[in-house]
């Protein structure tokens, strides 16, 4: 079954590890084949990937639209899931559905699965800031434990 997809002026897209990068107007793109394909939205630059759940989610896009070096891309990805566990062990559950995922080869649905932990990942963060400290105009007054 053939694809559809609406793209807003000058929105990019991954077609089969190819960039895409519409003009200035809106365009309908039909894909009739099976490739892998990202909307904008969906793609993590490389400089983008500075966290270690966007890094995970890097390293299964890349396996996702270039299927080149899978067993570099692999391994990349075992590692960065055990940095990964062994710093936050409350994201073992997640991570492990995902991996499920990548070894069943179904990279997509591993992507959707990643953006769940990148936003985990936001969310502890954040927490971890609101308890670290509290800004007000040039002032920084810690908050939490200890203070």
Not at 64 to 73: I, L, Q
Not at 83 to 108: C, F, M, N, Q
Request: charged share 30%; with cysteine.
């Amino acid at each position: 079954m053939a694809l559809k997809i609406r793209l807003k002026p000058h929105e990019r897209l991954i077609v089969g590890g190819a960039v895409v990068t519409n003009g200035d107007t809106k365009c309908d793109l039909v894909i009739e084949n099976e490739v892998p394909v990202l909307r904008d939205k969906d793609i993590l630059r490389e400089k983008d990937a500075d966290t270690p759940a966007r890094r995970v989610y890097f390293i299964i896009q890349l396996m996702y639209v270039d299927g080149k070096d899978a067993v570099e891309k692999h391994d990349i990805y075992w590692s960065l899931v055990k940095d990964l566990v062994e710093a936050a062990p409350r994201t073992a559950e997640t991570l492990a559905e995902i991996s499920s995922l990548i070894i069943e080869g179904k990279y997509y649905p591993a992507l959707k699965q990643a953006k769940k932990l990148i936003k985990y990942e936001g969310e502890v963060m954040g927490y971890v800031r609101r308890d670290q400290c509290l800004q007000t105009n040039d002032k920084v007054y810690l908050i939490g434990k200890g203070a």
